[in-house]
């Protein structure tokens, strides 16, 4: 069972997640790790299954899909099921233009996308945390030590997105931001209970990442990591262009995949709900646009 806190009814609730028995059976027992080093994590699976999804044959399961984990379909600009051509296409959906609005308060940080947040103050870029007892390096993450000594003592927000969300997301803030570097490796499930039962899981799977130097929040470390069954990270922007704040940066095709935003030291805040759980090992529930903490 996986909880997380909600801000708007202030309780923890518990996670619906998909393909719960399959993920246990391959990260909690011999015989599934043994398939998962095998097959699972490797690319030509995930390949696969992505080239599968972009079929016209996968949208028939995208009623049942949007049934079985109530999917709000009215924030999006296709509502309904039939109007989509693939399995990816419905993944990749975009929020009407109402849902696109952002706090434009220049102190205040926003969400770069819908998911479940972990956040953590003055790290220690050697030990990063992924989970209780498992940490990883950011060095290791994204192979440029200069660049990760610049966030020593900084902030880390962990955004994990599940199957069920809107698999786009945005840059915070107006400014700048690099080409992406991209890092090839496996395709290991980003779930919690993955992330418990595998090390240096988001170090050991596919990649991307860039640095925008923002208006109000100095240069943020973008790093997207793929994850099962995630066909690809695409992004939408263009490298050495100015961007706005709220402004589209990517999107990630089938498969739950994660965010992770570096933010140098004494440049924000983070909210003192998301704190408090974070401490404790607890997600909070946040939407693209939300405030989540400010600038200092």
Same mark, same amino acid.
């Given at each position: 069972?996986?909880?997380?806190?909600?801000?708007?009814?202030?309780?923890?609730?518990?996670?619906? %997640?998909?393909?719960?028995? @399959?993920?246990?059976?391959?990260?909690?027992?011999?015989?599934?790790?043994?398939?998962?080093?095998?097959?699972?994590?490797?690319?030509?699976?995930?390949?696969?299954?992505?080239?599968?999804?972009?079929?016209?044959?996968?949208?028939?399961?995208?009623?049942?899909?949007?049934?079985?984990?109530?999917?709000?379909?009215?924030?999006?600009?296709?509502?309904?099921?039939?109007?989509?051509?693939?399995?990816?296409?419905?993944?990749?959906?975009?929020?009407?233009?109402?849902?696109?609005?952002?706090?434009?308060?220049?102190?205040?940080?926003?969400?770069?996308?819908?998911?479940?947040?972990?956040?953590?103050?003055?790290?220690?870029?050697?030990?990063?945390?992924?989970?209780?007892?498992?940490?990883?390096?950011?060095?290791?993450?994204?192979?440029?030590?200069?660049?990760?000594?610049?966030?020593?003592?900084?902030?880390?927000? %962990?955004?994990?997105?599940?199957?069920?969300?809107?698999?786009?997301?945005?840059?915070?803030?107006?400014?700048?931001? @690099?080409?992406?570097?991209?890092?090839?490796?496996?395709?290991?499930?980003?779930?919690?209970?993955?992330?418990?039962?595998?090390?240096?899981?988001?170090?050991?799977?596919?990649?991307?990442?860039?640095?925008?130097?923002?208006?109000?929040?100095?240069?943020?470390?973008?790093?997207?990591?793929?994850?099962?069954?995630?066909? @690809?990270?695409?992004?939408?922007?263009?490298?050495?262009?100015?961007?706005?704040?709220?402004?589209?940066?990517?999107?990630?095709?089938?498969?739950?995949?994660?965010?992770?935003?570096?933010?140098?030291?004494?440049?924000?805040?983070?909210?003192?709900?998301?704190?408090?759980?974070?401490?404790?090992?607890?997600?909070?529930?946040?939407?693209?646009?939300?405030?989540?903490?400010?600038?200092?």
């Amino acid at each position: 069972m996986i909880s997380y806190y909600d801000r708007k009814t202030k309780s923890l609730e518990t996670e619906k %997640v998909v393909g719960d028995k @399959s993920i246990k059976a391959i990260y909690c027992n011999p015989l599934g790790k043994g398939l998962l080093e095998l097959f699972v994590k490797k690319r030509l699976f995930t390949k696969l299954y992505g080239s599968y999804c972009d079929t016209e044959y996968s949208a028939k399961k995208i009623d049942n899909f949007i049934k079985e984990y109530d999917i709000n379909m009215n924030r999006y600009k296709k509502e309904l099921s039939f109007e989509f051509n693939s399995f990816n296409d419905f993944f990749a959906r975009e929020l009407k233009p109402e849902y696109l609005k952002v706090d434009l308060n220049e102190n205040i940080l926003i969400s770069p996308c819908d998911g479940k947040l972990l956040a953590y103050t003055n790290i220690d870029i050697e030990n990063i945390i992924q989970v209780k007892g498992i940490t990883y390096s950011l060095k290791e993450l994204i192979g440029d030590d200069i660049l990760a000594s610049k966030y020593s003592g900084g902030t880390c927000l %962990v955004f994990r997105l599940c199957p069920t969300d809107y698999h786009r997301f945005h840059f915070i803030d107006d400014g700048i931001c @690099s080409a992406p570097t991209k890092i090839p490796g496996s395709y290991y499930s980003v779930n919690p209970i993955a992330l418990e039962n595998k090390a240096k899981l988001f170090c050991q799977n596919k990649r991307e990442w860039s640095v925008l130097s923002s208006k109000n929040f100095n240069e943020v470390l973008y790093v997207e990591v793929g994850a099962t069954c995630v066909g @690809s990270i695409i992004q939408s922007y263009d490298g050495g262009k100015e961007i706005s704040r709220g402004e589209e940066k990517g999107y990630f095709k089938f498969g739950g995949s994660t965010v992770i935003l570096f933010l140098k030291k004494d440049i924000c805040s983070i909210d003192e709900d998301i704190l408090k759980y974070s401490s404790d090992g607890v997600e909070t529930l946040v939407s693209f646009g939300e405030a989540i903490g400010k600038k200092l």
